[in-house]
């Protein structure tokens, strides 16, 4: 007799990387595809923003900042799969220099999207370890807001 077991209920449960993925449209912008890439190893989206000095002589010695232009980018490392469709897809980006659409999926089933290019891909072949690929995509424009994958 199978055995059901209650989840926690807490809303303070830490989540783990491994449940965090990154797709890559092979479809359209109209009708995307979303194509995991294969062998994740880690996805780190960075984001951050310009920042501005609007100190002035009047503000008692201290130094203002506000935050300028914003910009997202996300780091990628994964083992070589050979025929995997999201790693074939990531060569040609780069080989085309053509831009690509990107998803991030979150443990509770949210996702970001964005373009970028993929400005870094390099493929190491250690001879006693796993080959790997790392890369760096450049966000062009907005990284949507978490939403709820459809």
Do not use: C
């Not at 990387?17 to 960075?46: C, E, F, H, M």
């Not at 690929?133 to 062009?140: E, L, R, V």
């Amino acid at each position: 007799m199978p055995v059901t077991l209650p989840a926690n209920p807490s809303q303070s449960n830490a989540t783990v990387g491994k449940d965090y993925l990154l797709y890559v449209n092979t479809g359209t912008a109209d009708v995307p595809v979303w194509t995991l890439i294969g062998g994740q190893r880690s996805a780190d989206l960075s984001r951050s923003a310009d920042e501005i000095d609007v100190s002035h002589k009047t503000s008692g010695g201290w130094k203002g900042s506000k935050a300028g232009l914003r910009s997202w980018s996300i780091d990628l490392g994964a083992m070589v799969v050979l025929d995997d469709t999201g790693l074939s897809a990531l060569e040609t980006a780069f080989q085309n220099g053509s831009e690509i659409n990107v998803k991030l999926k979150y443990p509770n089933n949210t996702v970001q999207t964005g373009w970028g290019s993929l400005t870094e891909f390099s493929l190491s072949t250690p001879h006693d370890g796993a080959a790997e690929i790392s890369g760096t995509i450049s966000g062009n424009g907005p990284l949507s807001a978490r939403a709820e994958d459809s």
